[in-house]
């Protein structure tokens, strides 16, 4: 099935350090979602966009919508142990079904 | 208020049997959507039900099947099952319609094919 392309696969940062990820997609989409997902649990919403070029911020995360509706970017800053986990991103246009990236596997050195 | 259920957590079955996976949506949301997510993947989109209604389908076989009950909850049948089902089963429910695409999703089900 279709994907998304996210990028990077992995991350290993030291505490207290930002984080960048991206998400491209072939489409244009009209709501973008970022997931993070901790080992033996469901993804758990983040953030959701739904209008190009919008930066939207939930505590230490901040994510924007790309003016050119495929892609997306969400940034963690001082990163903290507990940030440790696989981030996801998702998009659709409309009604049509999420479709999610591969993730962002970070992990976080003390 | 609780969020969305699903039961069993885990389940081992063998090739050829036959699995029903359960879900209960967030109470007031009316849409549930089933996804699969094999291990190193994103979720992959296997149905969407509103209002009891099949909403959507993806790329996966007819062994695949699901319905929606009048209180909004809903069942992921999956036949003759194959080594390949083995996945975490995650159902995400949503208010639908709207600005709402937001997918809230339960904790999954490991379903494991020996």
């Known amino acids: 099935g279709q994907q998304l392309n996210q990028s990077p696969q992995s991350m290993f940062i030291q505490e207290g350090e930002d984080v960048s990820m991206n998400c491209t997609s072939s489409s244009i989409f009209n709501t973008w979602l970022w997931y993070k997902q901790d080992p033996g649990e469901g993804p758990v919403l983040l953030i959701a966009?739904?209008?190009?070029?919008e930066l939207t911020s939930n505590g230490r995360l901040t994510a924007q919508f790309g003016i050119t509706r495929k892609d997306s970017f969400l940034n963690i800053s001082a990163s903290i142990p507990s940030d440790v986990g696989i981030y996801f991103c998702a998009g659709n246009s409309g009604n049509t079904p999420l479709v999610f990236g591969k993730g962002t596997r970070l992990s976080v050195i003390a | 208020d609780a969020g969305v259920t699903q039961s069993p957590t885990h389940l081992i079955k063998t090739r050829g049997q036959q699995v029903t996976l359960r879900c209960s949506p967030i109470?007031?949301?009316?849409?549930v959507s089933w996804y699969q997510q094999v291990l190193g993947q994103g979720p992959q989109f296997i149905f969407q039900?509103?209002?009891?209604?099949?909403?959507g389908r993806g790329n996966f076989p007819d062994r695949f099947s699901a319905r929606q009950f009048p209180n909004y909850s809903s069942e992921l049948n999956v036949n003759a099952l194959l080594l390949g089902d083995s996945a975490l089963y995650l159902c995400?429910?949503?208010?639908?319609?709207?600005?709402?695409?937001?997918?809230?999703f339960g904790p999954g089900t490991r379903l494991t094919v020996l």
């Open positions: 039900y509103y209002e009891k209604e099949e909403r």
């Open positions: 109470s007031g949301h009316k849409s």
């Open positions: 966009l739904y209008k190009a070029g």
């Open positions: 995400a429910s949503s208010s639908y319609g709207g600005s709402s695409n937001e997918q809230f």
